[in-house]
């Protein structure tokens, strides 16, 4: 998952060179009202489609070879093109990878996307109880969705106050 995040991270942060002609203060306020409109998405006020792939990695993927199926299941759901995400909040990330234009933002969102992709499996696994912990999850996803989306609007706007 963590090349796939990082390769995505890297298109982005190459990307975001063609986004230079912006005054460098607008990446932060611009992120901000992204990502409050994210949380608005996530908590049902706002509607609007995101940009993606509304379907799972093929399970054929696994089937053929195990090893070689694992790692291109990983590398796909890390890079966050080919599957389906729930929240509008990698959305947001991803703008505030393109608009920073730093390579350090990009690499700690790439991180951070694995790191996010990859506990959800091994909480799973880790619980040992399957569907159960499929159900408790759908239960709180809505409440997972805004309040990640809450903490970044929060975080990157008091990053915007403090840089102004």
């Known amino acids: ?23 460098d203060n607008w990446a932060l306020p611009l992120t901000v009202a992204a990502a409050a409109a994210g949380v608005a998405r996530d908590a049902g006020v706002l509607r609007f489609p995101l ?24 590398f796909e759901m890390g890079t966050g093109v080919r599957t389906y995400v729930s929240a509008t909040l990698p959305y947001v ?3 505030g990878v393109l608009l920073a234009g730093e390579a350090q933002p990009a690499l700690a969102a790439g991180v951070g996307f694995a790191v996010g992709r990859a506990a ?10 399957g569907e159960e912990w499929d159900d408790r999850l759908q239960d709180r996803l809505p409440l997972l969705k805004v309040g990640g989306g809450t903490v970044l609007a929060l975080a990157l706007l008091a990053l915007t106050l403090r840089t102004t």
């Open 1 to 23: 998952m963590l090349l796939g995040a990082l390769l995505s991270a890297s298109v982005l942060w190459l990307l975001s060179g063609l986004l230079s002609p912006l005054p």
């Open 51 to 74: 940009p993606q792939n509304s379907r799972q990695v093929p399970q054929d993927v696994l089937q053929r070879d195990l090893v070689r199926g694992t790692l291109q299941f990983g």
């Open 93 to 95: 990330l991803a703008l």
């Open 120 to 129: 959800t499996p091994v909480l799973r696994c880790a619980a040992g109880t």
